[in-house]
């Protein structure tokens, strides 16, 4: 959520920021509506807190008249509290409404832009930050995954979409292992960079969705629930950045205990919508997939180093993997929503000859922290500082496997089992049966 002083002090820096972002005209006019909304509330709210002063010494002149016994006058008088009390009341009613209005369309608007932020149209314009370790070009054909593991009966589509539907999988025997394999390697990895793992739910009432930017911008991407929780509206996660984050909705934090760093392994579940006829086949688009999330809480002055240092985290996942990557900058037309700045890790899968997204680490500064007012005590003293966030996956379980099939793929069918997994999977080898 944008701050509403610098709405009003310096609006065209706005409207600068979502012309780089290539704003719609909707979101133009939202932000004059919302300017207007906010003069409006405060020439609203100045005419009530006069007329309440007015009232006040109104009120002491009755009592000073009705002493000195000139009761009509003190009757006429009254008459004026009576009349300024429903003034009063009807400006309360519209202070309201336009409070209401105003936090619906701070909603509607996107976080500021780093200055960092590459401006560009698409993911072509993205930056390159660096890349790691060399693309991998067999000298046999390299099958994509879904057609690789189809054939040796690894993956069953088919029988998912009976169970549930198009974009659902089935894994079976050792690439299920593998998978979960993939999550407690993650997991651990994390708690040795200083993560505190914790199980979080997988259902979440509006509030959480409100305070990291989900809601209501990307309802059409969620599964909503037909029962309510806790009387709001309940949706199923579509990333553990969501229930994790939320952690510390409504709190105001000492600012000895930040940073704090947690990891979380969940179940998503997107709609995907709007996104038809790509990625129809495998694992690549799912409506159900597996993910480790990285999520950090912390102040402002610290917000860039350790955003960088959770994008490193990530990267070295990919490294011990032996998995060819590059991170890019996304530039202002391709950069999400809520975020100020992000880094893509991109895997480079062999069978796709293309590098392909595996995580998106993104510092978002104050903007969730606003949303859900979470805030922190400065130990100097002083009134409470909105923290900043920062989450990025660590990784996305089901590309990462995608990434092991296509890279670590023999010219028999067989799949290696990179280095750092072979303890958890007692193998060395996928073998074809």
């Not at 960092?116 to 693309?135: I, Q």
């Not at 390299?142 to 690789?148: C, F, T």
């Not at 088919?158 to 690439?175: D, H, M, N, Q, Y």
């Not at 590309?399 to 023999?410: C, G, K, M, T």
């Amino acid at each position: 959520m944008l701050e509403r002083n610098r709405l009003i002090s310096d609006p065209e820096s706005v409207r600068k920021n979502l012309k780089m972002r290539r704003a719609g005209e909707e979101m133009f006019t939202d932000l004059e509506r919302l300017i207007e909304c906010i003069n409006t509330r405060r020439a609203v709210q100045k005419e009530t807190d006069q007329l309440r002063a007015n009232r006040k010494s109104l009120s002491k002149k009755i009592g000073q008249l009705m002493k000195s016994g000139q009761r009509d006058e003190a009757e006429q008088i009254k008459q004026q509290v009576r009349d300024q009390a429903e003034k009063l009341q009807q400006l309360d009613h519209r202070r309201k409404e336009l409070e209401s209005e105003e936090y619906d369309l701070l909603l509607s608007l996107p976080n500021l832009l780093d200055p960092t932020v590459p401006e560009g149209d698409s993911d072509e314009h993205n930056e390159l930050v660096r890349s790691w370790g060399e693309p991998i070009h067999p000298d046999f054909p390299v099958l994509e995954h879904h057609n690789l593991l189809h054939k040796i009966q690894l993956l069953d589509s088919e029988r998912a979409a009976k169970v549930a539907g198009t974009r659902f999988s089935i894994l079976r025997g050792p690439i299920a292992k593998l998978e979960r394999s993939l999550i407690n390697f993650f997991l651990d990895e994390a708690e040795n960079n200083g993560y505190l793992e914790v199980m979080v739910p997988y259902i979440v009432n509006s509030s959480s969705m409100i305070g990291t930017s989900q809601l209501p911008k990307f309802e059409k991407d969620l599964f909503k629930l037909t029962t309510q929780v806790a009387g709001e509206d309940a949706y199923l996660i579509p990333t553990a950045e969501v229930p994790v984050t939320n952690i510390h909705r409504g709190e105001i934090l000492d600012e000895e205990a930040l940073p704090l760093h947690y990891t979380a392994f969940t179940p998503c579940f997107r709609s995907e919508a709007g996104s038809y006829g790509k990625d129809t086949h495998g694992l690549i688009r799912q409506h159900q997939f597996h993910k480790v999330e990285l999520v950090k809480i912390c102040t402002p002055e610290n917000s860039p180093a350790e955003h960088e240092a959770l994008t490193n985290h990530a990267a070295q996942l990919l490294e011990k993997l032996g998995l060819p990557y590059r991170i890019m900058r996304l530039c202002s037309g391709d950069i999400s929503f809520g975020a100020r700045l992000c880094y893509d890790l991109e895997v480079w899968l062999p069978g796709q000859k293309q590098y392909r997204e595996i995580s998106s680490c993104s510092n978002f500064g104050d903007f969730q922290a606003r949303r859900m007012m979470l805030r922190y005590r400065p130990k100097a003293g002083g009134k409470p500082q909105f923290c900043h966030t920062i989450n990025g996956s660590g990784l996305a379980i089901g590309r990462s496997l995608v990434a092991i099939v296509e890279n670590y793929q023999q010219p028999d069918g067989s799949i290696l089992i990179p280095d750092c997994l072979q303890d958890y999977m007692k193998q060395k080898k996928i073998e074809i049966s």
